[in-house]
């Protein structure tokens, strides 16, 4: 398996790719093309055997970053395609500048949030409601360099 940087052309294929991923998403390709097109956003790619399988797409501010998704279609999870593409992202957020990264995950996301606390994500708050009634997110950081956040491999 192989990660890859989106590039233009590819906006398609990460709409489709994300409403695989998250059929409620409204994310279109104009959206992708903006994040793709951003000097400000990273879209990452992973494919296996050529076939995209996954995605991931951060966007930063001065010295912070969010990650606004990530995922993975469900024939390829449990693979490690969501930690690799965490790990280049964050490697490429951290050789950016970036000093701390922040994410909303579904409070009953039990996957994800181990995928996360294992790359060195501290639980940090909770948000309301943020996946609709009844749905809270918790909002986790990770700051590289710190101790608690060292090699996410």
Same mark, same amino acid.
């Given at each position: 398996?192989? $990660? ?17 991923? &998250? ?7 104009? &959206? ?15 494919? !296996? ?10 966007? %930063? ?6 990650? /606004?998704?990530? *995922?993975?279609? !469900?024939?390829?999870?449990? %693979? #490690? ?7 280049? !992202?964050?490697?490429? /957020?951290?050789?950016?500048? $970036? ?20 790359? *060195? &994500?501290?639980?940090?708050? %909770? ?10 997110? /918790? ?5 590289? #360099? ?6 996410? !491999?």
């Amino acid at each position: 398996m192989s $990660v890859r940087t989106a590039r233009p052309g590819d906006e398609g294929l990460l709409s489709r790719l994300h409403h695989a991923v &998250f059929e409620t998403s409204v994310w279109d390709e104009k &959206f992708w093309y903006n994040s793709i097109t951003d000097d400000s956003s990273l879209v990452l790619i992973a494919e !296996a055997s050529g076939t995209p399988g996954g995605l991931i797409a951060t966007r %930063q501010i001065l010295d912070e970053a969010e990650i /606004l998704t990530l *995922g993975v279609i !469900a024939i390829e999870r449990r %693979q #490690g395609h969501a930690r690799l593409l965490l790990e280049e !992202a964050l490697k490429g /957020l951290e050789a950016s500048g $970036v000093t701390r990264v922040f994410l909303e995950v579904a409070t009953d996301n039990d996957p994800a949030i181990q995928l996360y606390a294992g790359a *060195g &994500f501290s639980n940090v708050g %909770q948000r309301k409601d943020y996946y609709g009634s009844g749905r809270p997110a /918790l909002i986790m950081e990770w700051c590289p #360099g710190l101790p608690e956040h060292h090699d996410t !491999a």
